[in-house]
């Protein structure tokens, strides 16, 4: 499976986000949410993972 490793810019931990859609084609950052910081926070996007 696929995904991509964000990394929380509040709390600073790495989770994967399972999608297939090229992230850094068109985003240099996201707004999601955090599963460890229980709320939307803007995450770097680190590396896609085959």
Do not use: A
């Amino acid at each position: 499976m696929t995904y991509w490793i964000l990394k929380c810019r509040s709390c600073g931990k790495e989770w994967k986000l399972n999608v297939s859609y090229p992230l850094k084609k068109e985003f240099t950052k996201l707004y999601h949410y955090c599963p460890f910081c229980k709320r939307n926070t803007f995450h770097d996007i680190i590396e896609y993972v085959e």
